[in-house]
């Protein structure tokens, strides 16, 4: 094995290390993000809410999108930016936050059926596939999806539907 080729190897586990580092890193901070919304409490704390009469339901929806909303502003931002792969990086981060929410349920609001992590996940595939510029990602996306959420695979991405 030549030298240059030791070295690409090396780079590319390295690389491979820290993309998967910041992805972690992404989804932990959706998680956290959602599993701290509290409805409960930001109902009693704001009077402006209880003038306007605003459902508990209501509220928590408005909230969770919220806090996809500006997980998705990078996202978006990134693809104004022509940065595909921060772009899919980040989408995959949201997408792991949005899987280990639903999985681990530890707000209790949320254990109640209040939102459907599913329908956002979706939702989220699909912003991220209508700024993508490099066909090389949706594969990438579907490889990633298919290992990480096998169950959720079957209706989020299938690059037949998006290729050609």
């Not at 780079?11 to 409805?39: G, M, R």
């Not at 339901?57 to 500006?70: F, G, K, T």
């Not at 996940?121 to 912003?127: A, L, P, R």
Request: charged letters at 35%.
């Amino acid at each position: 094995m030549n030298k240059e080729s030791m070295t690409k190897n090396i780079f590319s586990s390295y690389e491979k290390s820290v993309i998967s580092q910041v992805l972690n890193e992404i989804a932990e901070s959706v998680f956290d993000d959602l599993d701290s919304l509290d409805v409960e409490n930001d109902w009693e704390d704001d009077e402006e809410i209880h003038q306007k009469d605003v459902d508990p339901e209501e509220l928590a929806s408005r909230m969770y999108n919220d806090v996809m909303e500006s997980y998705l502003d990078v996202l978006r931002e990134y693809q104004n930016n022509s940065k595909d792969d921060s772009a899919t990086i980040q989408c995959m981060g949201i997408l792991k936050g949005i899987y280990k929410f639903e999985d681990e349920r530890m707000n209790d609001l949320f254990e109640l059926g209040l939102y459907d992590n599913h329908k956002k996940f979706k939702q989220v595939i699909e912003e991220w596939r209508k700024g993508n510029t490099d066909p090389r990602n949706l594969i990438e996306m579907d490889k990633f999806v298919m290992k990480n959420f096998p169950e959720w695979h079957k209706d989020s991405l299938i690059i037949e539907k998006y290729s050609g």
